[in-house]
């Protein structure tokens, strides 16, 4: 596929075709760069085709059936739109294909088609809940920094939730909430409950409620979340160096061979073995510094710490 590579090999059928644009090559294979819109012989070098046209579809496809059933315009499906993309879209430009601005007459009209054309698209109530749920992810994954392939997951989540009638009885922003933390969990890029709390209109118990419903309606199984995962985002928060950072996962994973780890929140974990590194490396990190970074308590860092240090031998600087 053309997107996916930039460079790919190209047996050619018919040796004569070659042969008459390279009478002095005995090569069959030509290799096509699709930057510079060219094909090169594999043998000798020679350019042998220039301005070449990419035929592929505009569009990228994430599995077979999607491919087989999309032709080559329009844009992709989407679960981030409550009918995936698939409906007319009218401009809020109010300018012709040529770019031209309208006329007050034709920017009445336009007006008017635009505003039936929304109300024939969010004519049910399913709909109207839908783009409600969509537009508070996208709110929340644009302030939490996540990537597309959240934002899309938590919108999966969501449009599983309302075929089987699991909204409800709950507000649309908890059940959104919970739909983003799975999706992040998903996409091993964990976020705590207290972090999308600050985002969401909902609050962190609701959250918390609404995630453990919607795991056990759906059956969604998640593994345990690898301390790991928080140190990079915590120690860049703190301010600690590269070495800090990996004699924390180093003690992660000492932690986790001698079981200290089972049944305790990840986060305090990576808070923890960041403090105890940050004092081995000369860094010290106060426990409330490093507490308030991990959305945590001073107790718990404190307790992990002391849990930690009786396991291991750790030498600190103080």
Not at 198 to 226: C, G, H, M, T, W
Request: glycine residues 4%; positive net charge.
């Amino acid at each position: 596929m053309a997107e996916a590579k930039n460079r790919t090999s190209v047996r050619l059928d018919r040796k004569e075709e070659l042969d008459k644009e390279r009478p002095s090559c005995e090569g069959k294979t030509v290799v096509r760069d699709y930057q510079r819109n060219i094909e090169i012989c594999d043998n000798c070098g020679r350019i042998v085709k220039e301005d070449i046209k990419d035929r592929g579809p505009e569009w990228r496809a994430y599995d077979q059936k999607e491919r087989e059933e999309r032709t080559r315009g329009g844009p992709p499906t989407t679960e981030t739109i409550h009918d995936k993309g698939l409906s007319t879209q009218i401009d809020w430009k109010d300018r012709d294909s040529r770019g031209k601005s309208l006329s007050p007459n034709q920017r009445a009209k336009v007006g008017r088609l635009r505003k039936w054309q929304k109300k024939t698209r969010l004519s049910e109530q399913k709909d109207r809940n839908l783009s409600t749920a969509f537009s508070e992810i996208n709110r929340m994954t644009s302030q939490l920094g996540l990537p597309q392939s959240v934002k899309e997951e938590a919108s999966k989540i969501y449009r599983a939730t309302v075929e089987k009638d699991l909204v409800r009885g709950h507000s649309i922003e908890g059940i959104a909430s919970a739909t983003l933390y799975l999706a992040c969990r998903k996409n091993q890029l964990p976020r705590t409950f207290s972090e999308i709390s600050e985002v969401s209109r909902a609050d962190k118990r609701e959250i918390s409620r609404n995630y453990r419903f919607i795991s056990r309606k759906l059956n969604i199984s998640l593994n345990p979340i690898n301390p790991v995962k928080y140190v990079a985002r915590f120690g860049s928060d703190l301010e600690v160096s590269k070495k800090v950072q990996t004699k924390a996962v180093d003690l992660i994973r000492q932690a986790k061979k001698k079981k200290i780890t089972s049944g305790k929140k990840p986060s305090g974990i990576a808070a923890a073995a960041l403090y105890i590194a940050s004092k081995m490396e000369g860094e010290t990190k106060s426990q409330s510094r490093v507490a308030e970074v991990a959305n945590t308590t001073d107790v718990t860092i404190r307790n992990r710490y002391k849990e930690m240090r009786d396991k291991f031998d750790v030498t600190t600087e103080n």
